[in-house]
């Protein structure tokens, strides 16, 4: 895992005179090894002393490594071939052994054990239509000087970031936006849709949306080509999107074998490293199946886990963690955080995030990497996209109940609801008001929430403002269509809840210079669970992730397959942050609070008062009003009108 970012520019001087604050903006992404390219009329100059890259140039790569592959000089990027393609990329291939066994039958030859050169070697072969050969995590960006064109290219479920902006001296990629702010000339001004979606729903990294105008991000398994004659934006081309068609008909234990196939073959591949691998563990069904099949994988593999242990007995899952780490012989290193820890690291988190993250619980996650560099480890295994894939949420049981009502399946619809409802903290009411929420129609929506105070433009969000920026508050999850889980799963994989979950992981593992890998993100599984039935997803008495937890029976223990209550990297986030209520007091009451347009201060400060005091319940968006206040002051955003 790497740092990329680079430009097409018709104004070359601005941007050649950056490089060395580019390269520097990127060091924690890729502290082993740096390099520069420049390209003009035929002409290449690749380096990777930073005094010598101050040249003119149509095109500028810079990328700075992360050595996990190959860890000699061999690896070293930009990367070039046959004096035609030159590559900067950030990721990994994880079946680059099996493509270069194919790539070398068809008549390649290879000079370095990189999956890079195997990058190179495959487009060189194939074209775009590499792409969906890939199995792994990758952003890059790709000069072909022969047709003078530059590729970026993004995985398929956006796992590595790739941010791009337009601007009068050319096309500028990064990524990290806080680089890109540093490679191009472009106001920073907030869209306000985005950032409805963001203080409402918590929302934000979805498609190719950002909160800041012209600035956007690659979408998840999409390409673009640029002309370095006119270097433009223009659309973004799809590779592969799991297709939603009838459910095959497969019974429900040849569906857990082959889950089972595809999970210990990725878990397989996602094991290729020349350095020391860890995992997260927090004891829940996701990540002790990791730990439970990198054992099985790799018998005499030493594994360590590292595990955030919560203080509050309510909250912790220190107990379901030993049971794991005891069947599978792991090196068990935990992190306990203290109120006061926060207070410590809230500006080196605020940091390394760079944008507007939804709760605390991102610190946890923090606090873990920090604890995995500690130790020596390079490389972590994590369950990140499990909950999205497997249909781990709450709401996806609620998901299902709108299934079968669109379905008219009343009866195995109160046998959903009473076996779901006896889980924890899963009441019927709460279920059924959210499956409401995928079937009243936008028309309905606003008169219902109403009733029920959970209104789409809450009471300390100017909603004036918003609307005289033409923004309509939406419901963000009706779904017209009978089979209402499997088009969530999809949302939530490309929408709603996974492309922010891997943007604070990936910010979280750069920090500390570690590369963060998450197997349950491969086509082939999101593929395979997207063609079963609902049923086996959800099961009849309201168990989620029914054919995961029957797949992984006999590799992790019974004890974890059949926990029912679901925690995950839960924080004490009221007591951590009436333990900084000086902090809180003083942002609320910044300059900069003060001058965003479209918050009620107000209605938010009693707010607060009522939540610290016991008289109103915690929830997120407290997070969410300090986030965009900070972020606003850090990162000099502009916003139009009063």
Not at 164 to 179: H, M
Not at 298 to 312: F, K, Q, R, T
Not at 550 to 579: C, H, Q, Y
């Amino acid at each position: 895992m790497c740092g990329i970012a680079g430009c097409i520019t018709r104004s070359s001087s601005r941007a050649s005179g950056r490089i060395a604050a580019v390269l520097d903006s990127l060091q924690h992404r890729g502290p082993d090894d740096q390099g520069w390219l420049v390209y003009s009329r035929g002409q290449v100059r690749l380096g990777r002393d930073r005094n010598e890259a101050n040249q003119s140039g149509e095109v500028m790569l810079l990328h700075r490594r992360l050595s996990i592959l190959d860890l000699s000089r061999a690896g070293w990027q930009p990367m070039g071939r046959d004096g035609r393609y030159y590559i900067v990329y950030n990721g990994e291939i994880y079946n680059y052994v099996e493509l270069r066994k194919e790539l070398e039958e068809l008549g390649q030859r290879f000079e370095s054990q990189s999956d890079t050169e195997v990058l190179l070697a495959a487009y060189e072969e194939w074209g775009t239509q590499a792409l969906p050969r890939f199995t792994g995590m990758f952003a890059f960006a790709l000069l072909d000087v022969r047709q003078r064109r530059v590729l970026l290219a993004r995985d398929f479920f956006g796992i590595k970031p790739l941010y791009y902006c337009e601007s009068p001296d050319g096309v500028a990629f990064a990524s990290e936006l806080n680089t890109l702010f540093q490679l191009a000339d472009v106001k920073r001004s907030i869209d306000p849709h985005n950032l409805l979606l963001y203080l409402r729903h918590g929302l934000s990294d979805h498609g190719s949306a950002t909160l800041l105008k012209g600035f956007q991000q690659l979408p998840a398994a999409h390409y673009l080509e640029f002309s370095i004659d006119e270097p433009s934006v223009e659309h973004p081309i799809c590779y592969w999107r799991p297709k939603l068609q009838p459910a095959i008909k497969i019974s429900f234990e040849d569906a857990a074998e082959e889950l089972r196939h595809l999970f210990l073959e990725s878990i397989r591949l996602h094991l290729r490293s020349d350095v020391p691998i860890g995992t997260a563990l927090s004891g829940g069904i996701d990540s002790s199946s990791i730990v439970a099949c990198m054992r099985k994988v790799e018998p005499d593999l030493d594994i360590h886990a590292i595990s955030y242990i919560a203080e509050n007995s309510r909250l912790s899952e220190e107990k379901w963690i030993d049971i794991v780490g005891k069947a599978t012989r792991a090196q068990v290193h935990k992190v306990r955080v203290r109120p006061a820890d926060l207070a410590r690291d809230l500006d080196a988190l605020l940091k390394a995030q760079q944008e507007p993250f939804g709760s605390t619980s991102v610190y946890a996650q923090f606090r873990v990497f920090q604890l995995a560099r500690e130790r020596g480890i390079k490389v972590m295994l994590d369950g990140q996209g499990a909950d999205e894939l497997l249909g781990g949420y709450r709401y996806c049981v609620s998901a299902r109940l709108a299934s079968l009502i669109r379905q008219r399946k009343f009866t195995d619809l109160v046998r959903l609801l009473r076996g779901a409802s006896r889980g924890p903290n899963s009441d019927a009411l709460w279920l059924i008001l959210c499956s409401a929420d995928y079937l009243v129609p936008k028309s309905l929506q606003a008169p219902l929430r109403a009733l029920i105070a959970k209104e789409l433009t809450p009471k300390w969000v100017k909603a004036s403002w918003f609307n005289r920026h033409g923004v309509d508050p939406s419901n963000v999850n009706y779904c017209p269509d009978p089979e209402v889980l499997r088009h969530t799963l999809i949302r939530t994989l490309f929408v709603t809840s996974l492309p922010h979950l891997l943007r604070y992981e990936d910010r979280n593992s750069m920090a500390f210079s570690i590369e963060s890998r998450v197997p349950f993100l491969t086509p082939q599984l999101a593929e395979f669970m997207l063609s079963i039935p609902e049923e086996y997803i959800i099961s009849r008495d309201g168990t989620t992730k029914a054919i995961f937890r029957r797949a992984m029976r006999g590799i992790v223990p019974d004890s974890i397959l059949d926990r029912r209550d679901k925690i995950g990297f839960a924080t004490p986030e009221k007591e951590w942050l009436n333990a900084v209520d000086g902090w809180v007091q003083t942002t609320l009451a910044s300059d900069v609070a003060s001058s965003l347009p479209f918050l009620d201060l107000a209605s938010i400060r009693d707010q607060w008062g009522e939540i610290a005091s016991g008289q109103r319940p915690f929830d997120s968006r407290v997070w969410r009003w300090l986030n965009v206040i900070r972020w606003s002051g850090e990162s000099q955003i502009e916003y139009v009108g009063t």
